[in-house]
């Protein structure tokens, strides 16, 4: 495949089935002429389907999976099973460094446990971290916000190496140099919030200066989120997923009642018709498949996690960000970041929720 960034594609894990996830990476065959994959899962179903996408046949090479994991299947037990599976094949494919970048529409349980158990964890990293794109007010459109479902738990070293990974995000999303972090919190006074994010927010203070170009901001409340306060909001898994899934409900929410309010009546209909290019440029923002997928910070390689009912276009969108992960070698440079962190700064875990 020459030069080309390869990405590894985990084609079986998805609810929508390999031919959603085919017409995504045909679409991103199309617009960029420097990716190539390699796609796991059934032979037979695949070569079939590549039939009838020359250009993505052109780029890509099949190999064999007899195995899937379901979006039921526990982490436990998944660990003693994974081997022949589609999602474990391309994990392995990034290992042996046949891959720059893994994407799996799969479990995300399933996916980041044999995200660990085959590409391990970076140096200095504790816990990694799930990190999305949030669309927002600020000049470049999107917010970071992290950890999103990886682990619930999270200390307050552990918030720290989070704020250094989300701000190495935001260089290679963003393309700034000193990206702004947050502590999402109840309230943005110093005195708000339980000990033990207090304790992360002097943390993340102390080692700003010494992480590599990022400017803690202190605490910010969940309005935040979409503002343009910050580059990164920093969060534990449990209170970034909720909010992750929130935002995504409340999106589709809109998107629908929009469609159902303009098309109530004869005269609502001309009113979309005459707004038709505004309600395309808001549903096009709110629109989750376009900034579908979430990362895994903190790996000794990289992975992309798409949405498991990701269509042909959340599919594309994921791919590009794999692409551009693996273009720039993304998980070694934030490895490198968090390396400059200071050793041995471990505490107590943080109390409850953060």
Same mark, same amino acid.
């Given at each position: 495949?020459? %030069?080309?960034?390869?990405?590894?594609? $985990?084609? @079986?894990?998805?609810?929508? *089935?390999?031919?959603? +996830? #085919? =017409?995504? !990476?045909? %679409?991103?065959?199309?617009?960029?002429? $420097?990716? @190539?994959?390699?796609?796991? *899962?059934?032979?037979? +179903? #695949? =070569?079939? !389907?590549?039939?009838?996408?020359?250009?993505?046949? $052109?780029?890509?090479?099949?190999?064999?999976?007899?195995?899937?994991?379901?979006?039921?299947?526990?982490?436990?037990?998944?660990?003693?099973?994974?081997?022949?599976?589609?999602?474990?094949?391309?994990?392995?494919?990034?290992?042996?460094?046949?891959?720059?970048?893994?994407?799996?529409?799969?479990?995300?349980?399933?996916?980041?446990?044999?995200?660990?158990?085959?590409?391990?964890?970076?140096?200095?990293?504790?816990?990694?971290?799930?990190?999305?794109?949030?669309?927002?007010?600020?000049?470049?459109?999107?917010?970071?916000?992290?950890?999103?479902?990886?682990?619930?738990?999270?200390?307050?070293?552990?918030?720290?190496?989070?704020?250094?990974?989300?701000?190495?995000?935001?260089?290679?999303?963003?393309?700034?140099?000193?990206?702004?972090?947050?502590?999402?919190?109840?309230?943005?006074?110093?005195?708000?919030?339980?000990?033990?994010?207090?304790?992360?927010?002097?943390?993340?203070?102390?080692?700003?200066?010494?992480?590599?170009?990022?400017?803690?901001?202190?605490?910010?409340?969940?309005?935040?989120?979409?503002?343009?306060?910050?580059?990164?909001?920093?969060?534990?898994?449990?209170?970034?997923?909720?909010?992750?899934?929130?935002?995504?409900?409340?999106?589709?929410?809109?998107?629908?009642?929009?469609?159902?309010?303009?098309?109530?009546?004869?005269?609502?209909?001309?009113?979309?018709?005459?707004?038709?290019?505004?309600?395309?440029?808001?549903?096009?923002?709110?629109?989750?498949?376009?900034?579908?997928?979430?990362?895994?910070?903190?790996?000794?390689?990289?992975?992309?996690?798409?949405?498991?009912?990701?269509?042909?276009?959340?599919?594309?969108?994921?791919?590009?960000?794999?692409?551009?992960?693996?273009?720039?070698?993304?998980?070694?440079?934030?490895?490198?970041?968090?390396?400059?962190?200071?050793?041995?700064?471990?505490?107590?875990?943080?109390?409850?929720?953060?």
């Amino acid at each position: 495949m020459g %030069e080309k960034t390869v990405i590894s594609v $985990d084609t @079986a894990g998805g609810d929508k *089935g390999a031919a959603v +996830v #085919l =017409n995504g !990476l045909a %679409e991103s065959a199309r617009k960029n002429p $420097d990716i @190539a994959f390699i796609l796991h *899962g059934d032979e037979a +179903v #695949l =070569n079939k !389907l590549l039939r009838r996408r020359k250009a993505l046949r $052109d780029v890509s090479e099949v190999r064999h999976a007899e195995k899937v994991i379901s979006m039921d299947d526990k982490p436990s037990v998944v660990l003693r099973r994974s081997a022949g599976t589609s999602m474990m094949n391309a994990l392995e494919c990034v290992a042996k460094s046949e891959a720059h970048v893994a994407v799996s529409c799969g479990n995300t349980g399933a996916l980041m446990a044999l995200s660990m158990l085959k590409l391990r964890k970076a140096p200095g990293i504790d816990r990694p971290a799930i990190a999305v794109l949030w669309p927002s007010t600020s000049a470049h459109g999107y917010n970071i916000v992290l950890d999103v479902g990886a682990d619930v738990r999270a200390d307050d070293h552990t918030m720290a190496e989070f704020a250094v990974m989300g701000a190495e995000y935001a260089r290679l999303s963003f393309d700034i140099e000193r990206p702004r972090v947050g502590l999402l919190n109840v309230g943005s006074e110093d005195n708000k919030g339980r000990p033990g994010i207090r304790k992360s927010s002097q943390l993340v203070a102390e080692i700003a200066p010494k992480a590599g170009d990022l400017e803690y901001v202190g605490f910010v409340e969940g309005a935040d989120i979409v503002g343009d306060k910050v580059d990164v909001i920093v969060t534990d898994g449990f209170t970034g997923n909720i909010a992750l899934k929130t935002a995504e409900g409340t999106a589709t929410f809109i998107s629908n009642s929009l469609k159902a309010a303009f098309t109530k009546t004869p005269l609502s209909r001309i009113a979309a018709f005459i707004a038709f290019t505004s309600l395309r440029r808001l549903q096009e923002r709110i629109d989750p498949r376009r900034v579908n997928g979430g990362v895994f910070l903190g790996l000794g390689g990289a992975v992309v996690k798409s949405h498991g009912s990701a269509d042909a276009t959340g599919v594309s969108a994921a791919v590009k960000l794999a692409f551009r992960m693996g273009k720039t070698n993304f998980a070694k440079k934030v490895a490198d970041r968090v390396a400059l962190l200071p050793d041995g700064r471990r505490s107590s875990e943080v109390d409850g929720d953060t």
